[in-house]
């Protein structure tokens, strides 16, 4: 075994020699240049090696946890295969490499939509430079028990979990023994989150935490045989992979098209809690009502979601809702959609309107012009219909409001144009620099059910 190391020792030993070489190496000898170059490579080729020899054992890993499920085919060693959610349909899926090769007529046909894949860099979570379709890489296991979940059977269950840089799979042991398990749920990394927490009388940090997603809570508790600094280093790497499937969850989200056309909402109750990594999804308890919004297909049937295609992003299918004011985007496995009977109702203006501005904020697009900017404008007991140009402020328009008017108008009383949807959940002030096309941008394809109002204020003497 001593020979057989031998390689692998040579190439570190030869990084160390060329580093003592240069050291002892004046900067002005004609070989203190090519010494250094030397040593570059040795030291490429010795990461390469590390690098190697660390995929390999990682391999050897997978292979030996999927073996581990007798009575599963659990295949691994494949990050790209995709692991569909309770929710999701069997029907085709489109896969996009980017935004500008969308055709929107093959997305209206197809009944579910993926975001595609990116990679990018984000140094501040610690995410690196890596592609989401790397291979994957096991983190940690564990032994815990449900505390929380949306099956009461489940509850004081005993649960082994298998953490990996892209998914948790949940298992149930057959045998301590030979480390036998039979396979109870997959969740994609990016719908879990850690929480730490002390147990009674403990006084180490991580020596108790819980592990939370859509369809449980597991508490674990950290192995006796770990010393502290491990266990630190284990959930740190843990949650740095969950912030990493944040970034490509944010990353696939913006990509999608501001939403625009006539919605519906359904409440429904959550059955589970969720706990939310960026700012375009919601965090709730559960049993809380949120407000899906939908669209109306196939012979007037409501579907939860805001385009006419099901939107799916890291193996996991995703609704769009609202708690009170604020709105995001939740987890379809936190709902159980397929019981609820009740009928849908219009998305209100307000609501409507929150949607398309928060998409504007997340994708960092601007709303398209609209190519009929006739508007209803009311004021004084009048009605009019103007024709609003694309600079054109409030005051200007309340100017063309009030133009070839037989009275005269007086002196003190000041003029203000509010901004009124027809079902009165929108009712804006605006102020008269504001750019009123702009405005109407925002409105899309609802635009009808908007218009603008006059009022005047008198001014104090």
């Known amino acids: 075994m001593g020979l057989l190391i031998c390689p692998i020792q040579r190439v570190p030993r030869y990084v160390l020699l060329l580093k003592e070489c240069i050291k002892h190496t004046d900067e002005n000898h004609q070989d203190f240049a090519v010494l250094n170059l030397a040593?570059?490579?040795?030291?490429?080729?010795?990461?390469?090696?590390?690098?190697?020899?660390?995929?390999?054992?990682?391999?050897?890993?997978?292979?030996?946890?999927?073996?581990?499920?007798?009575?599963?085919?659990?295949?691994?060693?494949?990050?790209?295969?995709?692991?569909?959610?309770?929710?999701?349909?069997?029907?085709?899926?489109?896969?996009?490499?980017?935004?500008?090769?969308?055709?929107?007529?093959?997305?209206?046909?197809?009944?579910?939509?993926?975001?595609?894949?990116?990679?990018?860099?984000?140094?501040?979570?610690?995410?690196?430079?890596?592609?989401?379709?790397?291979?994957?890489?096991?983190?940690?296991?564990?032994?815990?028990?449900?505390?929380?979940?949306?099956?009461?059977?489940?509850?004081?269950?005993?649960?082994?979990?298998?953490?990996?840089?892209?998914l948790v799979l949940v298992a149930q042991t057959l045998s301590n023994t030979k480390k036998q398990y039979k396979l109870r749920r997959k969740i994609p990394l990016c719908q879990v989150w850690i929480e730490e927490k002390r147990l009674d009388g403990a006084d180490t940090l991580c020596s108790g935490l819980s592990v939370g997603s859509p369809f449980a809570m597991y508490k674990a508790v950290a192995s006796d045989s770990e010393s502290e600094p491990i266990k630190l280093r284990t959930v740190?790497?843990?949650?740095?992979?969950?912030?990493?499937?944040?970034?490509?969850?944010?990353?696939?989200?913006?990509?999608?098209?501001?939403?625009?056309?006539?919605?519906?909402?359904?409440?429904?109750?959550?059955?589970?809690?969720?706990?939310?990594?960026?700012?375009?999804?919601?965090?709730?308890?559960?049993?809380?009502?949120?407000?899906?919004?939908?669209?109306?297909?196939?012979?007037?049937?409501?579907?939860?979601?805001?385009?006419?295609?099901?939107?799916?992003?890291?193996?996991?299918?995703?609704?769009?809702?609202?708690?009170?004011?604020?709105?995001g985007f939740v987890p379809a496995d936190c709902f159980d959609v397929d019981t609820k009977p009740a009928e849908s109702e219009t998305l209100s203006m307000g609501r409507f309107l929150t949607m398309r501005r928060k998409f504007s904020e997340w994708t960092k697009r601007s709303f398209p012009p609209l190519s009929?900017?006739?508007?209803?404008?009311?004021?004084?007991?009048?009605?009019?219909?103007?024709?609003?140009?694309?600079?054109?402020?409030?005051?200007?328009?309340?100017?063309?409001?009030?133009?070839?008017?037989?009275?005269?108008?007086?002196?003190?009383?000041?003029?203000?144009?509010?901004?009124?949807?027809?079902?009165?959940t929108v009712n804006v002030l605006l102020s008269a620099e504001v750019v009123i096309a702009k405005r109407m941008n925002a409105w899309g394809k609802c635009q009808k059910r908007m218009h603008f109002e006059v009022e005047e204020k008198v001014m104090a003497c």
């Open 39 to 166: 040593l570059a490579e040795v030291q490429k080729i010795a990461t390469d090696i590390n690098e190697n020899i660390r995929r390999v054992e990682n391999e050897l890993q997978l292979i030996s946890i999927g073996k581990s499920f007798t009575q599963d085919d659990v295949n691994l060693l494949n990050s790209n295969r995709q692991f569909a959610s309770r929710k999701a349909k069997s029907s085709s899926r489109l896969f996009l490499k980017e935004r500008d090769k969308i055709d929107s007529k093959k997305l209206k046909k197809t009944a579910s939509f993926c975001v595609p894949e990116f990679c990018g860099t984000n140094e501040d979570v610690g995410i690196g430079s890596e592609n989401l379709s790397d291979t994957r890489k096991y983190i940690w296991e564990v032994a815990t028990s449900v505390v929380e979940a949306d099956d009461a059977k489940e509850l004081g269950d005993s649960r082994h979990l298998f953490i990996f840089n892209d």
């Open 236 to 327: 740190e790497n843990v949650q740095k992979a969950i912030r990493k499937q944040k970034y490509f969850l944010e990353k696939a989200f913006k990509i999608l098209p501001i939403p625009d056309g006539n919605f519906y909402t359904q409440n429904f109750s959550t059955v589970s809690n969720y706990q939310s990594g960026t700012e375009i999804e919601l965090t709730f308890r559960k049993n809380t009502q949120i407000a899906i919004v939908g669209v109306v297909r196939d012979a007037g049937k409501w579907h939860p979601s805001i385009y006419d295609y099901s939107v799916e992003a890291l193996g996991c299918t995703w609704y769009f809702g609202f708690i009170s004011g604020r709105c």
């Open 372 to 424: 009929d900017r006739l508007v209803k404008v009311i004021g004084d007991g009048v009605q009019k219909v103007i024709n609003v140009s694309e600079v054109a402020d409030a005051a200007r328009v309340i100017r063309q409001f009030f133009r070839r008017r037989s009275t005269i108008l007086p002196e003190d009383v000041q003029w203000f144009l509010r901004e009124v949807s027809d079902d009165k």
